[in-house]
């Protein structure tokens, strides 16, 4: 059943490459199912942070395991996310995608959202509590919701007897939203070709072309990163082969890949990860969402490259401290980073503010970000399923692993 479902996905995605690329922007009739399929997945999200980190809060038992189950995802997040960073800027340096490149003039101007002064870093952490809950609920605000429920959660345990109705509804209210985002992968191969077939009809050879070496760094990086710092983490930290890992997260891999968002492909990554990979809902649902808002490797690994790139362009020389500063506000940048299409483009802006760059750079790379953004968001959803799976296997928890991806 897996399988028939994994590979009707792979079939939608080669046809909407090829209605795509033999239609052109004829094909775009087919976006409404795309938005559709779009729609649904991300409908679940709030409902099923809440309930599954709130479950997965109250039934750790000792609060240490908490604490320790947080340090380890952080440490790992931002570890990762530093060498990401590292491996966009290396590639970038070897290809040199931005000598020798003839840009046409309509290309000039800066996109209005780019120009736009991101938020600074208290501000950013203050907005983690949420004012209200519900608004945070409302509007999907994912760190706000994460922090209602860890709260939740720990009052749940704190409480005990007289909260266990409230718990036994949330497990109820969780089966019932891995049930519904179960019910709406069926539909995922019509909407995954909704939404490739315009984009690839959209994206025809000659814009791409100028391009090519952009687009080549950011995917070579992506897929480096991810064969060797993934393959890696999962068998040394998560003790799992590296194919059972890429083959059990695939489908969310292509899910973002389409979507070119993180926080709407999260559905699917927890259904990949604790029904593939074995890693336990309450340890999924507490790094997956975070990992979804703030663990953006392929976004590091494309602002690494933009910025050699666009200093490349505009023949400026990267010093060694400038470059240190890059690695630094990349990782920030990352951090800060939504899981939705084209943020990591936003926050290009602040990296490149960090080194006095010029902004008109965003510019340059603009036209091709969706297609850049679809490999960075994949690259982005794998590295949070890897996080859930070495934090498992150091907690011990994927013993039944195997098997289950058989
Ligand atoms: N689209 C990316 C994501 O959702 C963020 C980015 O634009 O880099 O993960």
Redesign the pocket.
């Known amino acids: 059943m897996r399988f028939n479902l994994v590979t009707q996905i792979f079939t939608a995605f080669v046809l909407a490459v090829i209605l795509g690329s033999i239609f052109g922007s004829k094909i775009d009739f087919l976006q409404p199912l795309g938005d559709l399929f779009l729609r649904l997945i991300k409908f679940v999200i709030a409902p099923l942070i809440l309930s599954t980190l709130v479950v997965g809060v109250a039934s750790m038992s000792d609060p240490k395991q908490l604490g320790r189950i947080g340090v380890k995802t952080i440490v790992y997040y931002l570890a990762t996310t530093a060498v990401a960073i590292i491996i966009g800027l290396g590639v970038a340096f070897l290809l040199n995608p931005g000598k020798g490149v003839d840009l046409p003039a309509e290309n000039a101007a800066v996109p209005e959202a780019a120009a736009a002064e991101p938020q600074s870093a208290v501000d950013t952490l203050l907005n983690i509590v949420p004012v209200n809950p519900f608004e945070a609920l409302a509007t999907g605000n994912i760190l706000q919701i994460i922090f209602f429920a860890l709260f939740l959660g720990i009052a749940i345990t704190m409480i005990g007897e007289k909260a266990t109705p409230v718990l036994r509804f949330f497990e109820g209210f969780a089966e019932i939203m891995y049930k519904i985002t179960g019910i709406i992968m069926r539909v995922a191969p019509i909407g995954i070709l909704g939404l490739m077939a315009p984009v690839v009809g959209q994206y025809g050879l000659s814009v791409l072309l100028p391009l090519l070496k952009v687009i080549a760094a950011v995917y070579i990086a992506c897929v480096v990163h991810a064969l060797v710092v993934y393959s890696l983490a999962v068998k040394t930290m998560g003790k799992m082969s590296p194919v059972t890992f890429f083959k059990g997260i695939f489908p969310a891999a292509l899910v973002?890949y389409s979507t070119?968002?993180?926080?709407?492909t999260l559905p699917v990554t927890m259904k990949n990860t604790t029904e593939n990979l074995g890693v336990p809902k309450r340890i999924a649902s507490f790094v997956l969402p975070l990992g979804?808002t703030i663990n953006?490797d392929?976004?590091a690994i494309?602002q690494g490259v933009a910025v050699v790139f666009i200093a490349q362009f505009f023949n400026l020389e990267l010093t060694f401290l400038q470059l240190l500063t890059v690695v630094l506000t990349t990782v920030l940048a990352s951090i800060g980073?939504?899981?939705?299409?084209?943020?990591?483009?936003i926050m290009l802006a602040m990296v490149l503010n960090s080194v006095n760059m010029p902004l008109e750079g965003i510019a340059l790379i603009a036209g091709i970000d969706r297609v850049l953004?679809m490999m960075?968001?994949s690259v982005?959803?794998v590295g949070d399923a890897s996080a859930a799976v070495i934090v498992a296997g150091s907690e011990r928890e994927t013993g039944t692993q195997a098997e289950a991806v058989q």
């Open positions: 973002a070119a968002s993180s926080a709407g979804a953006m392929g976004t494309y980073t939504a899981g939705v299409p084209g943020a990591g483009m953004d960075r968001t982005n959803i």
